[in-house]
Every structure is written in C-alpha cells, then in structure tokens.
C-alpha cells in the first residue's frame, strides 16, 4: 500500500506504518470508517434543502467536465452562491472524521497514543520541512 505524495512529507497513516503503531488492515479499516462518516458536498447541500439531487447529479456533470472542485463546479452553473457553499463547507468541516479519530474509533490506537503520534509526526514534519526550506536555490 503506497501512500506517499511524491514531493511532500509522507502522510500520517505512512508514518505510523513505518513506526509500527498500524497494520495495513488497520488503515483499510480507518480509511472505509472515514468513507462511511465524511459526507460529500453535495449530500450536505441537499440535506440543508439547497440542492436537489439532480442539480448534484448536474454539478458532478460539470465537475468531470472543468476540473474543479464541487462547489466551485455549482457556483459557476448558478446551482449554489458562494456563501451557500460556505455554509456547506463548514458544515462538512465541523463533522469531519480525521483518520487518527478513525484510528482511535476503530481501536487501532487510544487517543493518548493518537497524541503522542501527532506530536511525533509533527516534529519529522517540521524537520523536514526545515531540511527542504534550506535546501532550496
């Protein structure tokens, strides 16, 4: 299982492979409970009454086509107004299962752990960004 960006500091999940603290199962079984729990912008905006489900179908249409991201895609077909997707966004954001909260729920880990990795996992973040930062032209 490669989940390392190219370019970038490896992702938390890689992190916690290499260090031994998950198995592989465990991050199928975060990644699934995260697909299951974070709700997708166009289900949030039918939720809150602000698009029917064939304006989603449209907006997703229009995704495919331009590149964009969903709410953009329904700002520029006139589905949804910039502050509509606001509100959307924030609604996602504030139900948002993040996998080390996966992790913890599926008890692949206990929260004191899930800190003290964060806290591991920000120290190499930081080192290397330091590291790169200094190694530029």
Same mark, same amino acid.
């Given at each position: 299982?490669?989940?390392?960006?190219?370019?970038?500091? =490896?992702?938390?999940?890689?992190?916690?492979?290499?260090?031994?603290?998950?198995?592989?199962?465990?991050?199928?079984?975060?990644?699934?409970?995260?697909?299951? =729990?974070?709700?997708? %912008?166009? !289900?949030? !905006?039918?939720?809150?009454? @602000?698009?029917?489900?064939?304006?989603?179908?449209?907006?997703?249409?229009? /995704?495919?086509?331009?590149?964009?991201?969903?709410?953009?895609?329904?700002?520029?077909?006139?589905?949804?107004?910039?502050?509509?997707?606001?509100?959307? @966004? !924030?609604? /996602?954001?504030?139900?948002?299962?993040?996998?080390?909260?996966? @992790? %913890?729920?599926?008890?692949?880990?206990?929260?004191?752990?899930?800190?003290?990795?964060?806290?591991?996992?920000?120290?190499?973040?930081?080192?290397?960004?330091?590291?790169?930062?200094?190694?530029?032209?």
């Amino acid at each position: 299982m490669k989940i390392e960006r190219k370019g970038s500091f =490896k992702l938390f999940g890689r992190f916690l492979l290499d260090r031994g603290k998950i198995h592989d199962e465990q991050v199928y079984y975060a990644r699934a409970l995260q697909r299951k =729990k974070n709700r997708k %912008v166009g !289900a949030i !905006a039918v939720e809150m009454g @602000l698009m029917t489900e064939e304006e989603v179908e449209m907006a997703l249409i229009g /995704q495919e086509d331009s590149g964009t991201l969903f709410g953009e895609t329904a700002i520029e077909m006139g589905i949804l107004s910039k502050g509509e997707v606001e509100r959307v @966004l !924030a609604e /996602q954001e504030e139900k948002h299962l993040f996998f080390g909260e996966a @992790l %913890v729920e599926i008890n692949a880990l206990t929260r004191k752990e899930l800190i003290e990795e964060l806290k591991a996992y920000n120290i190499e973040k930081l080192k290397y960004i330091t590291r790169t930062r200094s190694e530029e032209p």
